[in-house]
Each structure stands twice: as C-alpha cells, then as structure tokens.
C-alpha cells in the first residue's frame, strides 16, 4: 500500500502543475453558470492538447495508455488550480470501446477524445427513466439508413453536440412502453440497438430545459422525427443497445470516470476561504458543515484512489459502480448543503446566490445515472445478495 | 500510487481474519466461554501482533500502521474479546521515548479518552482510564511534562470488575482513581516531543478508525444473513425494499469508511506528524458517523430480537462506541479540523 507518486506520477504532476499555472482558463465553478457550460469545449480541448486527457485511455484512439491512477492526480491538481474539472465522457469512451466494431472505434474515439467532436447520450424518454428499457424511440431499416422517430429527454450538451450516442428499438416485436404484455414475442431490452447519430440534420428539433439553479445549456429534450443514420454508424450488434447501455451506465456511475472530485474539492475550498477570512461571522453548525463537506470529499478521493489502483489488476467492479455512485452523490449533497449553510440569509435574498446554485445543482445527483433508489437495489440484490420475490 | 495491500499485507489480512473469526465470540453466550478467550488472547500474542510497533533492528517500529490496522481491522469484525490495541499503542509511546513497556501496559486516558493522561504531581489528581487493557492488573502509562517535552511515568491500577461491567463487553476500561502513586520509569533515552505525540495520536485515531470499519463489515455480516433468513408476510424480510435500501446504505457507508481509513493507517508512518494526524481525524470523523449508523441500522434490522440483551449485535454497537469516542468521537474531530483548517475556535458559539 503507498499513496505516494512513482517517480513518472510525480514527473507527470510536476509538468501538469506547471502547465495549470499559466493556463487555467478561470471559468466560473461548473454547474452554477451558463458560461462554463458554453466554453467548456475550449477547455477540453487546451487539456486534451497539452496532453493532460484521456490518460487511461488507447494511444491509437489519442489516449495516452497510462494506468487509471493518473486521473486521481488530474483531479487533484485541477481541484487544487481551482480549475474546471476534466470532461466527464469516461463513460461513453467505455462504452464505445467494449461493443463498437474495430472500424467503429477508429471513427469515433479519436474526435470524442480530442473534444473535437462533442457528443450527447440518448437514453432516457419522458416514459422511460428508471424503467429504461420501456423506452419507444424507434430505428427502422431504410435501405442503407435507419429513419429515428422518438423523444429523448434529459439529455446534457445536446445542443452543442455532433453526435448522440442514442437507444432506441430496431426490432418490431419487442414491446416498449408500460407493462409487458403476454404476446410480447420478444423481451423489451432485447429489440434494442445503439447508434451514433449525426445533431446537425433536419430531422431532430432541440428544446432546451432549464433546471432549478436557472441553468439552461447543460439539458435538453431532442426530438427526433424521420432523422436518419447510415446503418454503419450502428454501434454493436443489431439488439446489443441494452449491454453497451448498462456498460456505459455502470460506467457513468463511478466517480473515478466522472472526476467530479475535482469539482468538489474545489467549492469546499471556496467556502473555507470564505469562513477563513472572518471566522468570527459564522456559527458553529455553518463551520461544522464545511469541515464535514471536507471530510467527505477526502473520502471520495480516497475512494477514487482505491477503485482505480483496484483497477491495476484489472478488477472489473460489476455492480460496484453503485456503491461509488452512492457515495459521490451524498458527498455532492454534503457539499451542496455546506454552502447553503455558509451564504446563511443571502441565499433567500438574493436567487442570484452562487451557493444558492451549487445547493440546488446537488439535488440532481441522486437522480442523474440512475437514482439513488435504483443504486441502491442494485448494492442489496446483486452485492449483499438478499432475496427478491 | 497503488493502494492495493502488498503480498505480505494481504497474507496478514487473510491470516488475522481468520484466526479472529475462529477464535472471537459468535454469540453472546461465547463471552462467558474464557477457554475460548484464552485461546484468541494467546493466539493474538504467539502471533506477535501485540509487538508490531516495537523497536525494529534499524530503530523503526517492526511494523507499519497499516499493519496494525488490519489486525484491528479483523479483531473488529468478529468483536474479538482480546487486548490488542491497547498494548500496541503503549508500546508504540514506549519505543518513542526509548523505554519497553512492561507486559499488560496500556496508555492511561483522562476523560472523555481522546488525550493520553497528563500527571504533575506525586499522585494523580484525576482518575485515570486504562483503555483495552488485558486482565490483571494494569499499569497505565502517562505524560509529565519535562522541559520542551514530555517523560513517561506510570500509575497502577488494580483489576477492577468483570468484563461485562463494562460498555463495551469485548475491551476493558480500568479506572485508576485520583490520588493513586504515580511511578517512574526508568531508562528512558528520548524526551518525547509534540511530534511524537501527533505521530501516536495518528497512530491511535488510524487504529481505531480500522476496529470501527471492521466491527461495521462483521455486523453488516450477522445482519444481511438474518435479513435472508426471518421470515414476515410470508417472505424474508430482506426482500423488502425498505429494509433492503437501510443494508445498501450501510454497506457502501461501511466502503467509504474503508478507503478512508486505509489512508490514515498508512500515513502513520509516511507523512509528516501533522498531516497523519489530519488523515486520522478525518477517517476518525467517518468511520465514527458511519459506525453509528450502521450499528443501529444492524439493530433496527434486527427488529424485537436486536433489542435484546442474547442477540449479538449490541455486542457491536458497544465496541462501535467505545472505538469512536477513544481518541476522540467524529463531532470532536470536526471541531479540530475547524480549528486546524477555518481559524475557529473551541469557544466559538
């Protein structure tokens, strides 16, 4: 056991620290601010050029083939800059690489990667959330094409994305939508496929949603009505959506894909600094709100830590993902909790109150990837392994 | 970076589980069983564990904290009924100031058990707490001031009670009353300084920190099985969501309070005094939250049965209270960090 760096991580912190020093883009904190969202692509392309993204991930797709490890440190360092955090499409990686063909992969990995290609997840429909395999979207063969018809909600950047990584239902017979009926010929998660869909084409309409901290560029609902996708861009077999979905979902779910440590770790540090500069100001709880934001951020780090060292010996954590997801989400909402406890009465009097924002952004965790009521069937069933009936 | 066990810690964790589960009480009829008792405590000292922080050949102790934390970490788990981390932690303050314990030594705690014991006079003037002390009589180790630093002097106490007078039915507290003689030791060859003693005290939270995360993976252990098993409207109550989504908290509580508490052991030894000492108060203030969550929800799980005296779990739950508050509880380490990290003082309102 060593927390330490080897000689190639400290190597690689010193040149990134230096690197942050003098090209930290100063965005505001991430999820509270219109403007992060609308630059965010520029920041990860100046991380992914400068050779600081993608570090786990295949240097032929323009990764740089490193150990996971090395994203604790981009964490740590982004968190300590006050920069951005990385760009969250671990999961998408994850899932374009374990079921896209070889020709697949070639076409898509290096754009994603880089960021100059920026993509969007269809999954979720106004009916099918928890219950995602009920979702109706449809793909029908049209010579060399699939013609999409459906409704996508829920889905982040789509309104600056060039691609979506979209579910939806190629075979006929399989019944989306409530329950399953008895002639259902085959299962609902069975007739499902993926696909890479072109944004820009006449037949999707984007409608932005606005969420509760006031933010509207991150989520949006897409629909798409007669769009069309050449039947290459299939990623997977023909019914293989519903494994490359729980691929990319349990991978969605771990805080070491994600990197929202960084992002933690560094609004913890703003309301130390906040209380620090005039401790008499505060109370005893708002104090003891931050030092426990803290402690749980430390804890999420660790975590990281471990779930990514676990991953040298190529442990595949299945289910385990939940119990990360579990734990990420309390420590955003201890965060989110701390800084409304910190901005005390400015943040009923002013609906512009940063920490008002952060507060209202952390609701969201326990239900984005999976709610929290669905991590937590998944760590009682199919980890402590208690009996269904 | 690579927090996976070595070979030789993995070795350690696979060995120490299972002679804790082999020989520690399965129910709480096995605490009155002291052949059982006999056989866990000479198998925790043939071992060689109690001498883990002992002087190694070059002066560093024979073994690292994370060491010491897997045993705490497996005697935790099957609520071992043996002393370990007593005796280990007076050895450990021994070796600092060049002086052996002698055998059955603890360190002697003053109220409310987070700081070693602090003496001035020729007799103690405030009764003293012997934390985790074997059977017999005890001699409880404590601080006198000298110069910069501090010397090792000792008070003995005599075995007072069984142990079932005690919270926690698995580990004694022996209270040493005001007024008893306080001894010298002699041949001591260090002056212990602040640093030494911020290096104990990461030692002591990283230690305590582990038996919590142990003692939550065992009840966890007992409580899932029965979940499995008792039967209500005609299924298992495990079944039930509501009791299912109480067991999944607990779990990944019970894995948070792990990574954290990994990390502190390992600091021990590795990072400057004070930044061990932060990492244990931070596991501390986890794994204390996290124990008492869990440990009630063992109870809660439990229903009618887990409010009894015969069902094991409250075998935990006292161990889970005593570890918390030795060393300092999760609301006193929070209060630390914000004096450490916010300027704020104990005194504030």
């Not at chain 1, 989520?219 to 519903?242: C, H, K, T, Y």
């Not at chain 1, 997801?325 to 512009?352: F, I, P």
Request: aromatic share 6%; hydrophobic share 40%.
């Amino acid at each position: 056991m060593d927390f330490r760096d080897s000689p190639a991580e400290a190597e690689f912190r010193d040149r990134l620290r230096a690197w942050l020093a003098a090209n930290n883009p100063g965005l505001p904190t991430s999820s509270t601010d219109d403007e992060y969202w609308a630059r965010q692509a520029e920041w990860h392309t100046a991380l992914y050029d400068a050779g600081f993204f993608g570090l786990s991930w295949p240097a032929r797709f323009g990764g740089h083939d490193l150990p996971a490890v090395f994203d604790v440190i981009l964490d740590d360092e982004l968190a300590a800059a006050g920069a951005p955090p990385r760009p969250s499409l671990g999961y998408l990686v994850q899932g374009i690489s374990t079921h896209g063909s070889n020709a697949i992969q070639e076409r898509f990995l290096p754009g994603l990667i880089s960021g100059r290609e920026r993509w969007c997840q269809g999954f979720s429909e106004p009916d099918a959330g928890s219950d995602l395999a009920s979702l109706r979207t449809t793909a029908t063969r049209d010579g060399d094409e699939y013609v999409i018809d459906g409704h996508k909600i829920w889905t982040s950047y789509s309104d600056v994305a060039d691609w979506c990584l979209l579910l939806a239902r190629t075979d006929a017979g399989s019944a989306g939508g409530g329950a399953a009926s008895p002639h259902e010929r085959v299962p609902k998660h069975k007739g499902l496929s993926a696909f890479a869909v072109p944004m820009q084409q006449p037949g999707i309409e984007q409608r932005p949603l606005r969420m509760i901290n006031g933010i509207t560029n991150e989520f949006g609902q897409v629909l798409f009505d007669g769009a069309r996708v050449s039947a290459a861009n299939m990623i997977g077999e023909p019914g293989e959506g519903w494994r490359l979905a729980m691929t990319i979902v349990s991978h969605e779910r771990e805080p070491g894909e994600l990197g929202y440590v960084a992002r933690y770790a560094k609004t913890v540090r703003q309301l130390e600094e906040n209380v620090c500069a005039d401790p008499s100001a505060f109370r005893r709880d708002q104090c003891e709100a931050v030092s426990w934001a803290y402690v749980q951020t430390e804890m999420l780090r660790l975590h990281v830590c471990r779930r990514l060292s676990e991953r040298l010996d190529g442990v595949d954590h299945g289910p385990g993902g939940s119990i990360d997801k579990l734990l990420m989400t309390w420590v955003e909402q201890s965060v989110g909790s701390a800084a409304l406890a910190v901005s005390g009465a400015r943040a009923v009097t002013d609906g512009d109150d940063e920490a008002l924002k952060v507060y209202l952004y952390s609701r969201a965790q326990s239900v984005m990837g999976g709610t929290s009521q669905i991590q937590k069937n998944i760590v009682a069933t199919r980890i402590l392994g208690l009996p269904t009936v | 970076m690579d927090t996976r066990d070595t070979p030789e810690q993995a070795e350690l964790r696979r060995a120490a589980r299972q002679l804790a589960s082999r020989l520690g009480p399965a129910t709480v009829a096995d605490l009155a069983d002291e052949t059982r008792a006999k056989r866990l405590a000479v198998a925790v000292r043939d071992a060689g564990w109690l001498e883990l922080r002992d002087v190694g050949q070059e002066g560093p102790p024979l073994a690292g904290g994370v060491e010491v934390a897997i045993v705490a970490d497996a005697l935790g788990a099957a609520v071992g009924d043996v002393a370990f981390a007593g005796p280990v932690l007076a050895r450990d303050l021994a070796r600092r100031a060049g002086a052996t314990a002698m055998e059955g030594s603890v360190v002697g705690f003053s109220s409310p058990l987070r700081d070693a014991a602090l003496v001035t006079g020729a007799v103690t003037a405030s009764p003293i707490f012997g934390v985790d002390a074997g059977d017999g009589i005890v001699a409880a180790l404590v601080l006198v001031p000298d110069a910069e630093g501090f010397r090792l002097a000792q008070v003995r106490g005599e075995r007072t009670g069984g142990p079932t007078t005690a919270t926690d039915l698995t580990r004694n507290v022996r209270v040493i009353p005001a007024g008893t003689p306080v001894h010298a030791i002699a041949g001591q060859t260090r002056r212990l300084t602040r640093d030494d003693l911020a290096q104990w005290s990461a030692l002591g939270l990283a230690v305590t920190s582990a038996d919590l995360v142990g003692v939550m993976r065992g009840v966890l252990d007992v409580t899932v099985a029965y979940a499995s098993e008792r039967r209500q409207f005609g299924v298992p109550v495990g079944s039930f969501q509501a009791v299912q989504h109480l067991l999944a908290d607990a779990h990944c509580l019970m894995e948070g309070s792990l990574s954290v508490a990994l990390h502190a052991s390992w600091s021990v030894d590795n990072r400057s005094p004070d930044d061990a000492c932060e990492a244990g108060r931070i596991a501390k203030a986890y794994c204390a939250r996290a124990a008492r969550t869990v440990c009630e929800t063992a109870v809660q799980v439990h229903g009618g049965i887990g409010n009894t005296w015969d069902c094991v779990v409250h075998v935990y739950l006292r161990r889970a209270l005593l570890s918390s508050q030795w060393f300092g509880d999760d609301a006193a380490q929070l209060a630390e960090l914000q004096e450490l990290r916010l300027g704020a003082t104990r005194g504030l309102s």
